[in-house]
C-alpha cells in the first residue's frame, strides 16, 4: 500500500485529509512541523508527500526542493492559497507533482492523492527501463543532430557496418529511404569516419532552392557574370574541396543542371558561371533521395547516366516503422536531449506510452519521433509520461489501429482515448510532423511552435500514408472522401433535406443532386 505523509501546520486540514483518505482505504501519517518529517525522513520515505505551502519553521517551497534533492523519488503535492499563481508556478518549477488549491473540496483532494499514489507505482514499475536509460551517457548541446549509433535492428547494423566499409574510400553513395528516416546523418557519418572528416561536409538541398539559383549555389559565380554578382563567389563544390559534398533530395536537380552534374563528376572539373578557367576540386559525392530514382528515369526526368554513376554504392535507410525495436532507445536519447536544450529534468516514457509508440507506424520516421518527445518533454505535467500526455491525434491512430483489428492489445487502448472532436482542436500545439524540416528548428529556438487543428493533423496523416503507399490521383481520390463526408453530415443535419443542404453549404441544389448520384450517396 501506498504510504502517504501530509504536513500541515493545521490541525484541521490534517484531520479532515487523513478521515478522508481512510474512508478509501488509504493512510496517511501526519506532521505538524517540517523538524518532524525530516526526522521522519531519515528512518523512512513515504511514496506521496502532500505539503502545505506555508508553514512556520520552513515553507512548503523550500521543503519540496530539499526532498527533489535529497529523495527525488517522493511525490510530492503542494497545498496552495487559491489565487497564488507564482507560487504555483514555483512548485510546479521546483518538481511538484501537482498543486492542491485551498479552500479545496474533499472529494477532489482524494482523487488527486489517488492519482499520485498511481503515479509512484508507476515510477517504481519503470525503474527498470529508466535504468536502462541512464546507461546512455548524458547528452550535451554537440549531440544534437548527432546520430545514435547504437541500434537493435538488423538492418541499421548492416548500414552501420557499410558505413565502416566505405567511409575510407571516396566511392560515390547514393542514399535512399523517406523523409525523416535519417539519410541526413548517415551522409555524415560516412564523411566523418573517412579520411577526409577534418574537411568540409558540404549540403545542399536540390529541393529546397530555387531552379534558377542552384546552379550558382553548385559552382558559383565570377564578378559580373549576371546582374547583382558584384563579386566572385564561391558554389558549394568549391566550398566542398577536399571534403564531401551531399547533394540532398537529388531527384529533384533539374534535367539540365543533372548534364551539368555529370560532367564535372566526370572531368572533376567545371567553370564557374561567367567564368573560362577550369575549376579543379577533389569532393567525395554522397547523394540522397527519398523518391525512387529508377522511376524517375523511366519517366524521363532524370537521367539514366548519372543515376548510374551516382548508384555505385546504395544504402537503403529503413523507415522507423520497419526497425521499432529502435524505437525505445531512440525516444530516451530524444527526451534527454530536449530536457537539456530546455533545461528541464529528463521525463520518463511509462511502459504504457512505450508500448503505444511502438504501435504506432511514424509517417515522418525518426523526425516525428524526435519531435513528439520534445512535446511531451513540454507539455506533459509529471515527470513520468503516462497515456493520458499523448497527443490526441496519436491516440486517434492508434485507436483506429484497434478499430480495424491490427493490435491484440485494443482494451488497454481504448478506454484511454478520446474520441475525436472539433473541441480538441483547442489542443493548439502539436507534435505531429509529416515531412517539414521546419519542426527541427523548435529545439533550438526553445519555443513551441503551433500546428493545425487535429482534423488537418490527421488528414496530413492520411494524406502521409498514401504518398508512402502506390496509391496514385491521390487529390482525386481525397477530394471524393471530403466531399462525401461533408454533403452526407448536411444531409443528414437536415433530415434529407436537399434544399436546406445545398443553401447551407453554400452551392447548387443540383450540385447536391449530381454529387449524390457521383458519390454513390443515398439521396
Ligand atoms: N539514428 C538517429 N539517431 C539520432 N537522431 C536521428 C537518427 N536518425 C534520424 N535522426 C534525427 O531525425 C531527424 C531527421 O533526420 P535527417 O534529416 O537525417 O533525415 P532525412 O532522411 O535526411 O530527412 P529529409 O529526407 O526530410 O531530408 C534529424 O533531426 C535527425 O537528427
Known sequence: MSKIWIID??????????????????????????DSLLTALKTSQPHVLVTDIRMPDMSGLELL????????????????????????VEAFQGGAFDYLPKPFDINDAVSLIQRACEHSQ???????????SADIPAPSSADVGKMMTQSHSKSMQEIFRAIGRLAPSKVTVLITGESGSGKELIA?????????????????????????????????????????????RKGRFEEADGGTLFLDEIGDMPLDLQTRLLRVLAEGSFYRIGGTQPVHVDVRIIAATHQPLEDRVEQGVFREDLFHRLNVIRLRIPPLRERKDD?????????????????????????????????????????????FCHWLTVMSPASLITMDDLPPELLASLSAKVEMGSTTKGSQLTHQTQPLSYEQGSHSVSPYNNVGKADITIAEQGGIQ????????????????????DEQSIMDNLNKIFEKAVIETALHYYRGRKIDTANRLG???????????ELDLEA
Open 9 to 34: 501546520d493545521d490541525q484541521g486540514i490534517r484531520w479532515v485529509l487523513d478521515k478522508a483518505l481512510q474512508r478509501v482505504h488509504l493512510q496517511a501519517t501526519t506532521f505538524d512541523t517540517v
Open 65 to 88: 526542493k530539499k526532498i527533489k534533492h535529497d529523495y527525488p523519488d517522493i511525490v510530492v503535492i503542494v497545498m496552495t492559497a487559491f489565487t497564488d499563481l507564482d507560487s504555483t
Open 122 to 132: 508507476m515510477l517504481n514499475l519503470n525503474k527498470k527501463s529508466m535504468a536502462e
Open 188 to 232: 555524415r557519418a560516412v564523411h566523418e569516419h573517412g579520411n577526409r572528416k577534418n574537411k568540409p561536409f558540404v549540403a545542399i538541398n536540390a529541393a529546397a532552392i530555387p531552379k534558377d539559383l542552384l546552379e550558382a549555389e553548385l559552382f558559383g559565380h565570377e564578378k559580373g557574370a549576371f546582374t547583382g554578382a558584384n563579386q566572385l
Open 327 to 371: 524505437i525505445p532507445q531512440l525516444a530516451r536519447h530524444f527526451l534527454r536531449l530536449s530536457a537539456a536544450s530546455l533545461a528541464v529534468p529528463v521525463k520518463q516514457l511509462s511502459n504504457e506510452v512505450l508500448e503505444a509508440l511502438c504501435q504506432f507506424d511514424f509517417p515522418g520516421n525518426v523526425r516525428q519521433l524526435e519531435n
Open 450 to 469: 503551433h500546428f493545425p487543428s487535429d482534423w488537418e493533423e490527421l488528414l496530413r496523416l492520411e494524406v502521409q500514408k498514401r504518398l508512402n503507399s
Open 507 to 517: 452551392i447548387g441544389r443540383n450540385t447536391v443532386t449530381r454529387k449524390l448520384k
